[in-house]
């Protein structure tokens, strides 16, 4: 698994992040509900998640309208390849469609996506789209889009242990001075301030492996939505009550 910035790292103490009643620096949500959806409807699975990816197109710019800097999104976890051969088809194909019509509109609205995941299990072609994406759209700085694809927070880790117990094989890092931000250099969010919200829509209450580690003091908000239905003021009402929270990160709050 390769790192996903070879940049200088932001090394945030997780105290630096925006204080409650502020906008969050960086929102990620768990896409999930596309399937019930479909089902309430009669339709096959695969409207949903075509109805699903116009709910990114609305995400996205209820985003940048609210002024949040890095926005992340669960497409396709390292767990959903066990779904059945025709539904990974399907969301493969939309994948490659969605990179094909709307790179050009992000790289507009100057918005930069990045590709956290492993990316090689899409094949040569799609791995090679997302790749020129990327550096298609690495000079823009209105929004930092992370799309998650193939991801999972455990392989995530497990990578990032792998790869400084190389190094330290090697001679290039002495284990003692392995801490919390000199481990968090080897995950694909090196650069990336770690999410205040995490928004999972459907009302499903678990975090399916996404972001174990950056999720660590991050706001978790449950709207009572299927993923297609879920449009600006759902995004705003998320804001609303992320500001309302207290963040404490285990200090006294009087
Ligand atoms: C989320 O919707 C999309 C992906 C996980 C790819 P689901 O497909 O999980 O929809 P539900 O949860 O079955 O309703
Ligand atoms: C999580 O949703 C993954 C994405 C939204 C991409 P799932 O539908 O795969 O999660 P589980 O199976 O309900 O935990
Ligand atoms: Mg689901």
Redesign the pocket.
């Known amino acids: 698994m390769s790192r996903l910035a070879p940049e200088p790292v932001l090394a945030e103490a997780p105290n630096a992040s925006p204080a409650a009643g502020a906008v969050p620096r960086h929102v990620a949500i768990?896409?999930?509900?596309?399937?019930?959806?479909?089902?309430r409807r009669h339709l096959p699975?695969v409207a949903?998640?075509r109805a699903?990816a116009k709910a990114v197109r609305r995400t996205i710019a209820a985003a940048i309208d609210h002024g949040v800097a890095w926005l992340t999104l669960?497409?396709?976890?390292s767990e959903?390849w066990r779904?059945p051969e025709g539904?990974v088809a399907d969301?493969t194909g939309l994948l490659r469609q969605y990179l094909r019509t709307e790179v050009a509109e992000l790289h507009r609205e100057r918005v930069r996506l990045r590709i956290i995941g492993d990316r090689s299990r899409f094949g040569p072609e799609i791995t090679r789209e997302l790749s020129e994406a990327e550096a298609l759209t690495r000079g823009n700085d209105r929004l930092q889009l992370i799309v998650a694809l193939s991801y999972g927070g455990r392989s995530e880790i497990a990578a990032a242990a792998r790869a400084i117990a190389e190094a330290a094989a090697a001679g290039r890092i002495d284990p003692a001075t392995i801490d919390e931000t000199s481990f968090g250099r080897f995950l694909f969010t090196a650069d990336v301030p770690d999410p205040d919200l995490i928004i999972r829509t459907?009302g499903?209450y678990r975090v399916s492996n996404f972001l174990l580690w950056q999720s660590a003091y991050a706001e978790f908000v449950f709207p009572e939505i299927?993923?297609p239905d879920f449009n600006a003021k759902h995004f705003e009402e998320a804001l609303a009550e992320f500001a309302r929270r207290d963040r404490r990160y285990g200090a006294r709050s009087d």
């Not at 896409?31 to 089902?39: C, F, L, S, T």
């Open positions: 768990i896409m999930d509900g596309n399937g019930r959806w479909a089902a699975r949903g998640h699903g669960f497409a396709f976890s959903n779904r539904e969301l459907s499903e299927l993923w």
